[in-house]
């Protein structure tokens, strides 16, 4: 063990700050929403350490240029002071992997944006009922949708950002990295889940693996060889609790925070707040934080292939 950390402890950790998603004020007051907030929140959090940024707008049912111009009012002032931090938005509630990903290409066309979301399979989600069972739904993306999804990013030259919910998503994952159609810059992100699941609301319902040390153990032996970046995160629950998030970056992982998972009902933090633990520990276990140069280069994002606004990146 102590070999494996001293092999990683020069690795710069990307931290990312998944800052709302579905977390309502309800669950967390200090959520922001509106597209000042969102601003203001991921400017301080850019700030306390956070390499990357991932934020939703105010309502995930919007599509379209309806969902893009949520999108820029809160991100096209601050990508105007600082136009090379990584940020990236999510999909929309919309049918079909071009529908979920339309507002992200008419966003790449006004504000620099190198990153984007693929989900590469499908769970189901969900909480308890009046008597604790499961109910919910099935969140569902085809092998289809996995497809285009990949050749959007592709033919934009975004870095995909894969969530994993589940083994599954990633056997997805490895099998685009065997025929060596993998899109540039992709990032596995290592959803665990947490006692209070997804939306936390009720505990002992949740997805995935647990946020244990053998679970985590089990996802690196199927990354093994791979190369593929990777980070992890806890939803219904708090990473820094677990022995989650000192593992992986004792074995050269990152890590992901924010209110958009985060659920502790005794406590209310900032995102903020997390950032600012996840940099701790960073530095407690002896690595430094990435700027944004290292992430680039240690994400592997390709060249942006025009600059927003031109004709090439309108096509």
């Given at each position: 063990m102590a070999t494996q950390q001293a092999e990683h402890a020069a690795q710069p950790?990307?931290?990312?700050?998944?800052?709302?998603?579905?977390?309502t004020r309800a669950r967390n007051p200090n959520v922001p929403s509106t597209p000042e907030e969102i601003r203001a929140d991921a400017l301080r959090c850019f700030d306390a350490g956070a390499t990357i940024v991932h934020a939703h707008n105010h309502d995930i049912r919007l599509t379209g240029q309806s969902a893009a111009d949520a999108y820029l009012a809160a991100w096209a002032p601050l990508l105007a002071e600082r136009p090379d931090v990584l940020w990236y938005p999510t999909l929309c509630a919309a049918p079909g992997a071009r529908a979920k990903l339309e507002h992200v290409e008419l966003i790449a066309e006004q504000v620099p944006l190198r990153l984007a979301v693929v989900d590469p399979g499908s769970t189901n989600l969900g909480s308890p009922d009046a008597d604790?069972?499961?109910?919910?739904?099935?969140?569902?993306?085809?092998?289809?949708?996995?497809r285009e999804a990949f050749a959007t990013c592709d033919a934009h030259r975004w870095g995909p950002q894969l969530a994993i919910y589940e083994p599954g998503f990633l056997q997805c994952v490895l099998a685009y990295a065997r025929a060596g159609r993998l899109p540039a810059g992709s990032m596995v992100k290592l959803y665990f889940g947490g006692e209070w699941g997804m939306w936390a609301r009720?505990?002992?319902?949740?997805?995935?693996?647990?946020?244990?040390?053998?679970?985590?153990?089990?996802?690196l032996d199927m990354l093994d060889g791979t190369g593929l970046p990777w980070s992890v995160s806890v939803w219904g629950?708090?990473?820094?609790?677990?022995?989650?998030?000192?593992?992986?970056?004792?074995?050269?992982?990152?890590?992901?925070?924010?209110?958009?998972?985060?659920?502790?009902?005794?406590?209310?933090?900032?995102?903020?707040?997390?950032?600012?633990?996840?940099?701790?520990?960073?530095?407690?276990?002896?690595r430094p934080i990435a700027t944004t140069?290292?992430?680039?280069?240690?994400?592997?994002?390709?060249?942006?292939?025009a600059t927003p606004g031109t004709p090439a990146a309108r096509r």
């Amino acid at each position: 063990m102590a070999t494996q950390q001293a092999e990683h402890a020069a690795q710069p950790v990307l931290i990312e700050a998944a800052i709302n998603g579905g977390t309502t004020r309800a669950r967390n007051p200090n959520v922001p929403s509106t597209p000042e907030e969102i601003r203001a929140d991921a400017l301080r959090c850019f700030d306390a350490g956070a390499t990357i940024v991932h934020a939703h707008n105010h309502d995930i049912r919007l599509t379209g240029q309806s969902a893009a111009d949520a999108y820029l009012a809160a991100w096209a002032p601050l990508l105007a002071e600082r136009p090379d931090v990584l940020w990236y938005p999510t999909l929309c509630a919309a049918p079909g992997a071009r529908a979920k990903l339309e507002h992200v290409e008419l966003i790449a066309e006004q504000v620099p944006l190198r990153l984007a979301v693929v989900d590469p399979g499908s769970t189901n989600l969900g909480s308890p009922d009046a008597d604790g069972l499961p109910e919910g739904s099935v969140y569902a993306n085809s092998y289809a949708d996995i497809r285009e999804a990949f050749a959007t990013c592709d033919a934009h030259r975004w870095g995909p950002q894969l969530a994993i919910y589940e083994p599954g998503f990633l056997q997805c994952v490895l099998a685009y990295a065997r025929a060596g159609r993998l899109p540039a810059g992709s990032m596995v992100k290592l959803y665990f889940g947490g006692e209070w699941g997804m939306w936390a609301r009720g505990q002992g319902v949740t997805f995935g693996l647990p946020p244990t040390a053998n679970a985590l153990l089990a996802y690196l032996d199927m990354l093994d060889g791979t190369g593929l970046p990777w980070s992890v995160s806890v939803w219904g629950g708090d990473l820094m609790a677990t022995p989650v998030a000192r593992l992986a970056l004792e074995r050269g992982g990152h890590l992901h925070v924010g209110l958009e998972e985060h659920y502790d009902p005794s406590h209310s933090p900032t995102n903020v707040e997390l950032v600012e633990q996840a940099v701790a520990l960073a530095d407690d276990v002896g690595r430094p934080i990435a700027t944004t140069e290292q992430a680039v280069s240690l994400l592997a994002l390709p060249s942006s292939a025009a600059t927003p606004g031109t004709p090439a990146a309108r096509r």
